[in-house]
């Protein structure tokens, strides 16, 4: 089966040669390699060729496909979200509005307990259907590839339902997924008064067993005073790497507590949240090779600062941004939105905002060798835009849908 996308106004990410990049960090950010009036075609789902249409040779194709006034560009990597939940907390989104901080709202057993009640309650299959419409509804919106993680369990049932379920969303659909396994992500209620029998709960006797099912690629904890502590995170760290999941976690949100250090000190692929970053934390991620990761569309829908994007990446570093995509501190997993948010409210450029949810996103869950960019032999997860001037309109014309057509693993959907 061939396809042939031609007529593109610009494709965006194009990457010529053998030599894969692993990441676009600092300066370059402001790039996106592109070529103007191009065709692309692909072969059993990946990307054969591409190139200028005056240099087009003809050949026979199944489909094709004219983008004449479109971009293309590649599908967006989502590395960071919650999208397997139970149901909303829009409650909790008025709480907010009528003073209550989200710290306080979890003190008192709401966010992440209340979520975790819910999904105790609510069988497996309920939650795929639920889970599947999210997924479909992200993808029609830009996205090809995505993390998904536990979280609301906080039991070893619970937590093994939500990653059977993000399992079975793998298994269902086209998409790039990962997991990871975020028990660490509050305190249940039972263990409120023994917080330690807890950690040893998750390292004992559910570690094992989602690393004996293959049921993660990522441990992730919730890295913040009033949840784990640096120490507890240390321990969490240690204990997935013996059974061979990396650390991804959720560091620097509402204090400077010391996680995006112990991140880098435990290898961890990304740092995530990163609202607040001052000198040493930059220091730190110039030490090592873990993605810093940016959530403001959490930052945006909690109304407290934004991430020091300008600050990290005026220190030569890379920056990724994903959605955070859960029903409490972001109820969306728009990133085209999200990119909006990152230009108006961080002061990234748009090309930087791309970098960031392409090849910076998939490096993120480790997918750069086969998605984020536009190479010879990555795999089709595309994006084919609505008329539109450059990549400038994605973020600029806010709050609408740029994508006009869906590629994923080759197939329009
Ligand atoms: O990334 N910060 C911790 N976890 C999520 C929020 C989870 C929730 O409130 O349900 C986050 O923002
Ligand atoms: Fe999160």
């Not at 030569?316 to 997993?333: E, H, I, K, T």
Request: net charge negative; aromatic share 6%; hydrophobic share 40%.
């Amino acid at each position: 089966m061939t396809t042939l996308i031609k007529n593109i106004k610009y494709l965006y990410q194009t990457e010529e040669g053998s030599e894969r990049k692993r990441v676009v960090a600092g300066a370059a950010m402001a790039q996106v390699p592109h070529i103007e009036n191009a065709w692309l075609r692909i072969e059993k789902g990946l990307i054969h060729s591409f190139g200028k249409m005056n240099e087009l040779i003809d050949s026979q194709y199944n489909i094709e496909i004219d983008a004449s006034n479109s971009l293309v560009l590649p599908a967006w990597c989502d590395s960071h979200t919650h999208l397997v939940f139970a149901a909303p907390r829009d409650q909790e989104f008025v709480e907010r509005i009528q003073g209550l901080s989200y710290e306080e709202i979890a003190r008192n057993g709401g966010g992440i307990l209340n979520s975790a009640a819910k999904l105790r309650q609510m069988d497996e299959s309920e939650l795929y259907e639920q889970s599947y419409a999210r997924l479909q509804q992200v993808v029609a919106q830009g996205t090809g590839a995505i993390e998904i993680k536990s979280g609301y369990g906080l039991s070893l049932e619970a937590e093994l339902k939500m990653l059977r379920v993000i399992r079975k969303l793998k298994e269902n659909t086209d998409i790039s997924i990962k997991a990871s396994f975020l028990a660490a992500h509050a305190y249940p209620i039972e263990y409120k008064e023994n917080k330690s029998a807890y950690i040893k709960l998750i390292i004992d006797e559910m570690l094992p067993r989602v690393a004996v099912e293959g049921l993660a690629d990522y441990m992730d904890v919730f890295c913040e005073e009033g949840f784990f502590s640096v120490s507890d995170t240390e321990q969490l760290l240690e204990a997935g790497w013996k059974h061979g999941l990396k650390p991804k976690i959720h560091a620097n949100q509402l204090h400077y507590s010391g996680g995006v250090q112990v991140g880098v000190k435990h290898r961890a692929i990304s740092v995530d949240h990163l609202e607040c970053v001052g000198d040493a934390e930059i220091e730190s991620l110039k030490s090592g090779t873990t993605m810093p990761t940016l959530l403001p569309a959490a930052a945006f829908f909690l109304g407290i600062q934004y991430q020091p994007a300008r600050k990290i990446i005026d220190a030569g570093l890379p920056v990724c941004l994903a959605s955070d995509y859960n029903p409490g501190s972001c109820p969306s997993g728009n990133m085209n939105l999200l990119a909006t948010i990152a230009c108006t409210q961080l002061k990234m450029t748009p090309a930087e905002a791309i970098n960031s949810m392409t090849i910076n996103g998939a490096t993120a869950i480790e997918l750069e060798q086969e998605l984020g960019t536009i190479a010879v032999g990555k795999k089709a997860n595309l994006i084919i835009t609505k008329p539109m001037n450059s990549i400038n309109s994605i973020p600029y014309d806010f709050g609408n849908n740029p994508v006009k057509q869906m590629i994923i693993n080759g197939k329009k959907i």
